[in-house]
């Protein structure tokens, strides 16, 4: 079976700081892992992803995550942090093995202040 | 290129009823996914299709089905509408069902009163 962790139900970090929003797994195989951003009332917004390769992955708006596979976490970082990063983050995960569904997150509200 | 478009966006229906949710996905795109996002439980998966065939089922009763068209466009169904089937009704769509990244829709709201 598969599951993704999110430890911080929310984050909160100042404006220009920055910022890491963690995800764990636990998958049978090799993991295929997301990282998706909801706002209110819209769906969820692709940032990036880990398929293989290099262990920094950088994505959308300055996002960035790194799979670390001996610690089966995949956290995602940026370094300066913008009051419009403010929003719901969901980390996923889908096991190689194909014929898995993509598993979520609880998700993880990051809140930027000004 | 479009994005993945719902319809309708809202829905408010009462116990008992039956509802009907479309998808269109992305264009060129030929699996569609289905979750369903509420507070307490989080995104969970409903369902995959991939040209017109149900690939993979989440953990949801009978009540909750769902086809592919020749056109990739996709519907799920409800019926026998229970209060706790209410939720933001999430669609997905891959160039192909396996890895390929997914992308979301806008959702469709549907209260059950």
């Known amino acids: 079976a598969q599951s993704v962790a999110q430890p911080e139900d929310q984050v909160n970090v100042a404006e220009g700081n920055p910022l890491t929003v963690k995800c764990t797994y636990s998958v049978s195989g090799n993991p295929y892992l997301f990282w998706y951003v909801q706002y209110p009332n819209r769906g969820l917004q692709f940032l990036l992803k880990?398929?293989?390769?290099?262990?920094l992955v950088k994505g959308s708006y300055g996002f960035e995550a790194e799979f670390n596979k001996s610690q089966t976490s995949f956290h995602l970082k940026k370094p300066s942090a913008l009051v419009s990063d403010s929003a719901l983050y969901f980390c996923a995960v889908r096991d190689i093995n194909y014929g898995q569904n993509f598993v979520f997150g609880p998700g993880t509200r990051l809140s930027v202040l000004p | 290129k479009a994005g993945v478009t719902q319809t309708p966006r809202y829905l408010i229906k009462t116990r008992g009823q039956q509802v009907t949710l479309s998808c269109s996905p992305i264009s060129g795109h030929r699996s569609v996914s289905w979750y369903q996002q509420t507070p307490g439980q989080g995104l969970q998966f409903l369902f995959e299709y991939f040209s017109e065939t149900q690939r993979n089922k989440g953990n949801f009763p009978g009540r909750f089905s769902g086809r592919q068209f020749s056109n990739s466009r996709s519907e799920m169904n409800v019926s026998t509408l229970e209060l706790g089937d209410s939720a933001l009704y999430l669609c997905a769509s891959s160039l192909a069902a396996g890895t390929d990244t997914q992308y979301f829709g806008p959702g469709t709201r549907l209260t059950v009163l």
């Open positions: 880990y398929i293989t390769g290099d262990n």
